[in-house]
């Protein structure tokens, strides 16, 4: 019979309430604090970010060409749980969320007009746009999928091959080859949760915003405290319902629906907008990004100054780390009955194509309108009234704007809601005891509160941070779950190379 599991489940929502509470009654010294601990984690182990990120890649290439990539997950006879279109479909729906929606035209925006110094270009030249969408490729492709892939691969082969629990501990039994002490692993446990709902808090700070946005320009909507409060609250309610439906009613449906409107989205604004010159970008910013790689991933002979790299790609690594953990319960609990290979390329190569082409079309759109006269007009926008307007300045410039912004408003709700279905989905299952491997949902009530939770801290963080608030919950959630991926990716390289783990996964 399924119960709480009050040991895993109230230290991370106790001290989650706890700080929301603290930074509504004591907000100035609350902020003061957090945002230390924040600079102090950049500081000290940016490099860290950059280095361990840079081996996901890697270890995955190896896993792609070694044995292990013909395994199936759940062994020989495992059928599949899902069609490749629905397993894709959640994958990506549950690991982008709001981000490309909000990032996507925002932040290429940034690094045109705030381009790093020591690289000596100009704000807003042709040098800077190329520099823009390589950051974007850099930030939105093959190296936050990484980190996603390889925390799913190895809880997959887990908890379906070598029969672990449904539970984090399950990721890290291939390192140690043994349970461990159990109240240690419960902390993990426990460090999980929190990390997860803060970057779910910094996720949904992201969509409250951009909604917010939305409403102003569609509906000249006052961008106030309390339209981001019904906003926060009208979310979390429709994704903590769609998640107690369970994997195969809500988050299926939603899932489908959100990435055909994903697809549909950006044909219309590759069509419509300046085609030929978001190609253009678009290779010229592939072949920045592909040639430097190496030296932009370990920031080793860059020219990137580190103020710079802390605040994009290091928040944006502590931002992917953060949903981690837990995201890889639920992807790798449905890629039952497909091989090692086939997950790679349905978690980590398939995602990277489609966030790259997302990248070409609506930041080379961006891009394109913020260099044409009169130049800097979506910079003004940025400065002026914030990032979630700038995706509704370019919309404007296209045909049908109302009815295309309109449906844009629907699928930011839609996506957040996709994505936090899953992840509140697996955040109950952690926090319940006695699942099996057919029946892997938690409680209801333990959704709801969870849901709870992670609208409460994301409506505190944007109503007196911004964006900046966004950022920091992202960092602050990520940086534990750096040094659980460090260990997590030598338990994938002792599946692929000892011996005695191919035969036990094989079996």
């Excluded at 460090?191 to 969509?207: K, N």
Aim: hydrophobic share 50%; glycine share 6%; with cysteine.
């Amino acid at each position: 019979m399924k119960q709480l599991n009050y040991s895993i489940f109230l230290p991370p929502f106790l001290l989650l309430l706890i700080s929301v509470i603290l930074s509504i009654f004591f907000t100035e010294g609350f902020l003061k604090y957090v945002k230390q601990l924040n600079q102090w984690i950049l500081q000290y182990f940016d490099w860290l970010f950059s280095w361990s990120t840079f081996l996901l890649v890697f270890i995955l290439v190896v896993t792609y060409f070694s044995p292990i990539a013909k395994l199936k997950i759940g062994g020989k006879d495992a059928l599949p749980l899902l069609t490749k279109w629905q397993w894709f479909s959640i994958t990506l729906c549950t690991t982008i969320a709001t981000g490309i929606l909000f990032w996507g035209t925002a932040e290429p925006i940034y690094h045109l007009n705030g381009t790093p110094e020591m690289l000596n270009i100009a704000d807003g030249s042709k040098d800077a746009a190329h520099f823009a969408m390589s950051t974007m490729y850099m930030h939105w492709t093959i190296t936050p999928y990484s980190i996603y892939t390889v925390a799913a691969l190895v809880f997959a082969l887990s908890f379906y091959n070598l029969k672990q629990p449904f539970n984090i501990r399950a990721l890290l039994f291939p390192a140690f080859n043994k349970q461990g002490n159990y109240a240690w692993l419960n902390i993990v446990n426990v460090l999980c949760l929190f990390a997860l709902v803060a970057g779910m808090a910094a996720s949904l700070g992201t969509g409250i915003l951009t909604i917010s946005g939305g409403l102003n320009s569609l509906f000249s909507f006052t961008q106030t405290t309390f339209l981001n409060f019904i906003i926060a609250a009208t979310i979390v309610i429709a994704f903590s319902i769609s998640a107690s439906t369970g994997l195969l009613k809500g988050i299926k449906f939603l899932s489908v629906l959100n990435i055909r409107a994903f697809i549909g989205l950006a044909i219309f604004i590759a069509i419509t907008g300046p085609t030929i010159e978001m190609i253009k970008l678009g290779f010229s910013g592939f072949e920045e990004y592909v040639s430097t790689f190496f030296q932009r991933s370990t920031n080793l002979g860059s020219n990137i100054n580190t103020e710079w790299q802390q605040s994009w790609t290091v928040f944006y690594w502590a931002n992917w780390l953060a949903w981690t953990p837990v995201t890889a319960l639920f992807l790798g609990r449905i890629a039952k009955g497909y091989t090692v290979k086939q997950f790679i390329k349905f978690n980590l190569i398939l995602p990277s194509i489609f966030s790259g082409f997302w990248m070409t079309v609506f930041s080379g759109t961006a891009l394109n309108f913020d260099t044409l006269k009169p130049a800097g007009m979506l910079n003004t926008v940025l400065q002026t009234d914030g990032p979630q307007n700038v995706i509704y300045t370019i919309l404007e410039q296209l045909p049908f704007s109302a009815i295309v912004s309109t449906i844009f408003l629907v699928i930011i709700f839609i996506s957040f809601v996709t994505a936090a279905d899953s992840n509140t989905s697996a955040l109950s299952s952690i926090s319940t005891k006695n699942l099996t491997t057919n029946n892997t949902e938690g409680a209801a009530i333990v959704k709801y509160l969870w849901g709870f939770i992670i609208g409460a801290l994301a409506f505190v963080m944007i109503s007196f941070s911004g964006i900046e608030g966004v950022k920091i919950l992202s960092t602050i959630g990520g940086f534990p779950i750096l040094f659980l991926m460090i260990v997590v990716a030598y338990g994938l390289l002792k599946m692929v190379f000892v011996k005695s783990y191919f035969e036990r996964l094989a079996c």
